[in-house]
């Protein structure tokens, strides 16, 4: 942190880890931990480094993951816990908040592709967890909102360019599913667009998922979003 006084960076962004402030995921906090974060945040304070804090940067208790982790819908009850004792204990200084960092990275990452933890390769756990960290952008929009005095509340995603391999139409069609997939598949629920649908027919596996309430509550209105860019994807 002195360093970035020293270099003129004006802002740090950093996450809190989960497990370090409620080990179990819900129940009885960490003080260490809690007392760790408020060294952190006091010590940007001191030196003029505007803190930003991301709530959730893919580190899931382990004690959750046991019950099913994202794929358990009562992580919509988790995580609004774990938000609000974030916001509790760190609102009164750290003004600046982020949600999630690229849930593209962490769903597709950990419960697609398995090159993530959990490590859960096919497509059953990638829609349930999906659209439970849909309903979680809200979630937590919607705690960090009501806890945080004079809040601004946003987001991250990660998103690439997408590019066709050819003009051939099966290559272009491809193009436009991959886009649904990598780029809209997070954020366009939020915007209230719900899910694209109709360029990745794949994603109506979602609905079995869905209750009544959950078109309305997928949506938040961020303060702003954050948008990562790395590559391109052909």
């Known amino acids: 942190i002195e360093l970035m006084k020293r270099m003129n960076i004006p802002a740090s962004r950093f996450s809190i880890a989960w497990s ?11 003080q260490k ?3 760790f974060y408020n060294r952190v945040i006091d010590k940007c304070l001191k030196e003029g480094v505007e803190p930003w ?30 938000v609000a004792l974030c916001a509790k204990n760190f609102g009164d200084r750290v003004k600046n908040w982020m949600v ?19 490590g859960i390769f096919g497509f059953k756990s990638f829609y349930q967890a999906t659209h439970h960290a849909t309903l979680c952008h809200g979630v937590g929009g919607r705690v960090l909102k009501s806890a945080v005095k004079d809040g601004n509340i946003g987001t991250t995603f990660s998103c690439s360019p997408i590019d066709a391999k050819s003009d051939h139409p099966l290559d272009m069609k491809a193009a436009v599913r ?5 780029n809209r598949l997070f954020i366009e629920p939020v915007l209230g667009l719900g899910y694209p649908k109709k360029e990745l027919s794949a994603l109506r596996k979602i609905e079995k998922h869905m209750k009544p309430e959950d078109e309305a509550n997928m949506k938040f209105d961020f303060d702003f979003i954050g948008v990562q860019n790395y590559s391109r994807l052909v």
């Open 178 to 182: 991959a886009d649904a997939l990598m």
């Open 33 to 35: 931990g809690i007392d």
């Open 20 to 30: 370090r402030v409620l080990p179990e995921g819900t129940g009885t906090s960490n």
């Open 53 to 82: 804090i991301t709530c959730y940067h893919w580190d899931l208790p382990q004690a959750l993951q046991n019950k099913g982790g994202w794929t358990n819908r009562d992580i919509l009850g988790w995580f609004e816990e774990y």
């Open 100 to 118: 999630f960092n690229e849930p593209m990275a962490f769903v597709g990452g950990g419960y697609l592709l398995g090159i993530h933890a959990p």
